[in-house]
């Protein structure tokens, strides 16, 4: 089968840009307060005093919701493995994208 040059550079391009991601950390990341399990804790009280506001790294782990809190630290440290992700998502989009623009230009498809 014959690719156009076009959608071959393309393809190119954006395999060199999953090459060099590195690191990806799947799941969200979110800035919340929190009560504790401290029946007596001011955070039960009316009106509740929450406890500080910390990072929570959430994510799915064979079909179960995995969370962990972050430190300013972690998170500093692993934000751009964050972004990766999220990039890399989209590249895997495009590339999808691109093949099946790739498929529907051949011609044994019949008409579209």
């Known amino acids: 089968m014959q690719i156009d040059p076009e ?3 393309g393809a190119d391009q954006i395999s060199a ?5 590195g690191f990806v950390l799947p799941g969200s990341v979110t800035h919340r307060q929190a009560r ?5 804790c001011r955070c039960h009280a009316d009106p509740p005093v929450l406890h500080p506001p ?6 799915k782990l064979a079909g179960r ?10 998170l500093r440290d ?4 964050f972004d990766n992700s999220r ?13 099946l623009r790739v498929l529907d230009q051949d011609p044994r498809w019949g008409h579209k």
């Open 7 to 9: 959608h071959r550079a």
């Open 17 to 21: 840009q999953l090459a060099a991601l």
């Open 36 to 40: 504790c399990g401290k029946p007596s």
């Open 54 to 59: 910390f990072w929570s790294w959430t994510r």
């Open 65 to 74: 919701t995995v969370t962990r809190r972050l430190t300013e630290d972690q």
């Open 78 to 81: 692993y934000q751009p493995w």
């Open 87 to 99: 990039r890399l998502r989209a590249l895997v989009t495009e590339l999808e994208d691109l093949s």
